[in-house]
């Protein structure tokens, strides 16, 4: 095998995360549904539906998610993830933290969960003290399961339903933690392996550092034999088994007169990885939900302006360096694209079911709706196929859409917020008190009144390589630290490469302005934003543009 194709195995594989959660509360009328304004602190439900490598254009083949959360609540379209990789954007949703505070720098050893410090001092310990009952459902955070699947159930949730990484990326063979209990849908041996194979995820290389291509390689080679790729069962599509858990919970909240605090969290749209990379399964990555198998065929990938394309005058960037990508390469995309949407359409039809339970339960006119991605994705644009970690404009930006209590109906907020504002805003809605310090805002003033939206610069930052390890070919995935603005993005990479785009003329950043004299005011005040953003704290994290 060569190192391009070593390094095309890896990609898919290692961008993988762990866990999820599910809970079973028991059924109750709908006659003594918990009113508004009921319950310590009157505090609304929160229900949250947290996708997975979601770009924010694939909203758009959601009808759900439209018709009943956006066109009934208030979207940000502006939304951007600091840091876009799925352990740390998860770590800032439950922290309110920019990564360089809560330390999450990656997916893998020696970050992921079990890399976090302080575990225990997260968002749903701080709801749960103000008097919610709690529950996840879905993919928790990378490495999740892989060190003891019988063992740590995170902190702060009366109730547990976790997907062991990495068989949390498989939709139909997959492990689950029970409060404990492990139990797994479609081949159990399969999903068993999946399990298995993650622990390299969690430890050290022997070496002691990351693990290399070769040594991941070679666990995968022991652990799966050639064409064993689990079974495929319509009843086992894992966001259709988590959707419905999820309906059963928040229907058995109805007569409850604690508030609920419900997480869940599908593995759509992200990639199954080790079936499709390291075993070589042909196809659409991921598989899309079987009823949404013709219909997923119709999708056509989309081509804006940056689509395989690289800025010339741009030689110092990694990402420009990037050869075209072949009509193979550009295929697969296309089936993946449309396995995706495939994907999203059950995560839709689920937001469907909820909704209409809430309704019926008489819990939605106090339910807080809330509809994000952990990151963005990028599909082909600038020559990268598929993936997120990158500070452009299609891997930072994630759809996050309110719908609830005091939100506004039919409402479009412009003004560029940040992941780090999440955690504060749910807070906010539950009278809640965090148990670190905030780094981000309360949205929910915002929602109400568009005006109050503070005009900030946002940093954004990869505080360490995507793969760390000696044989990872992936060059362009290193650290960097920016700055986003209303108009401008400013990036310093750690191998010595600045980009400046101005994103009102350049939306889709085409062309690195950094050597343009016309901006060289603009970029001086930049670099210093990002100075103050690279270690800020709390208040001094609201940096003016």
């Not at 599909?379 to 598929?386: E, P, V, Y």
Request: glycine share 8%.
């Amino acid at each position: 095998m060569s190192l391009s194709d070593h390094w095309n195995v890896m990609r898919r594989l290692l961008a993988t995360g762990a866990l999820a959660l599910v809970l079973g509360l028991p059924f109750a009328a709908p006659a003594n549904a918990r009113q508004v304004g009921v319950g310590p602190g009157k505090q609304p439900n929160i229900l949250v539906v947290m996708t997975d490598d979601q770009a924010l254009a694939d909203v758009r083949q959601m009808p759900n998610v439209r018709k009943l959360l956006a066109a009934r609540g208030t979207s940000f379209g502006n939304a951007v993830d600091s840091f876009p990789l799925c352990c740390p954007a998860r770590a800032t949703f439950i922290t309110g933290q920019y990564a360089h505070n809560h330390g999450v720098a990656g997916n893998f050893w020696p970050y992921g969960w079990y890399g976090m410090k302080n575990r225990a001092n997260i968002l749903p310990t701080w709801l749960r003290r103000a008097g919610y009952k709690t529950a996840l459902i879905g993919k928790w955070l990378n490495g999740y399961g892989a060190r003891d699947a019988h063992g740590e159930i995170p902190k702060g949730f009366d109730t547990w339903r976790g997907l062991l990484d990495v068989s949390a990326y498989d939709y139909f063979n997959f492990e689950m933690n029970r409060d404990g209990k492990l139990r797994t849908w479609g081949d159990s041996s399969f999903a068993r392996k999946l399990v298995q194979f993650a622990n390299i995820e969690v430890t050290p290389g022997p070496d002691g550092g990351p693990h290399t291509i070769a040594e991941v390689l070679a666990s995968a080679r022991e652990i799966f034999p050639p064409g064993d790729f689990g079974t495929q069962k319509a009843k086992n599509y894992s966001p259709d088994v988590t959707g419905r858990m999820t309906q059963r919970i928040v229907r058995g909240q109805a007569s409850s007169r604690r508030p609920f605090f419900v997480w869940w969290a599908p593995a759509s749209p992200h990639r199954e990885d080790v079936a499709t990379t390291i075993l070589g399964r042909p196809g659409a990555d991921p598989r899309p939900a079987p009823r949404y198998e013709k219909r997923s065929e119709s999708f056509k990938l989309p081509r804006p302006p940056s689509f395989n394309y690289s800025d010339p005058a741009d030689p110092a960037s990694l990402v420009s360096q990037l050869p075209s990508m072949t009509d193979t390469q550009i295929r697969q995309l296309e089936l993946d694209y449309q396995g995706r949407l495939g994907s999203l359409l059950a995560v839709d039809d689920h937001v469907g079911k909820l909704v209409r339970i809430l309704r019926r339960t008489n819990q939605l006119r106090n339910t807080l709706i809330v509809f994000v991605s952990d990151n963005g994705w990028v599909q082909g644009q600038h020559r990268i196929t598929g993936d997120k970690f990158v500070p452009y404009e299609e891997s930072i930006r994630v759809p996050f859409i309110l719908r609830g209590p005091g939100i506004p109906k039919h409402r479009k907020i412009k003004k560029q917020v940040s992941d780090i504002d999440f955690a504060s805003t749910l807070l906010d809605a539950a009278g809640a008190k965090p148990g670190r310090t905030q780094d981000g805002i309360s949205l929910l003033p915002v929602s109400r009144h568009p005006t109050r939206a503070p005009d900030r610069a946002l940093e954004l930052e990869a505080t360490s390589p995507l793969f760390a390890g000696e044989g990872f070919p992936m060059r362009y995935d290193q650290p960097y630290a920016a700055v986003r603005t209303s108009r401008y993005k400013y990036i310093e990479w750690s191998y010595g490469a600045k980009e400046l785009f101005d994103l009102r003329l350049d939306p889709y950043e085409l062309h690195n302005v950094i050597a343009d004299p016309a901006y060289a005011s603009i970029l001086q005040r930049l670099a210093t934003k990002l100075a103050k953003l690279r270690d800020c704290k709390d208040a001094s994290c609201q940096v003016s543009p």
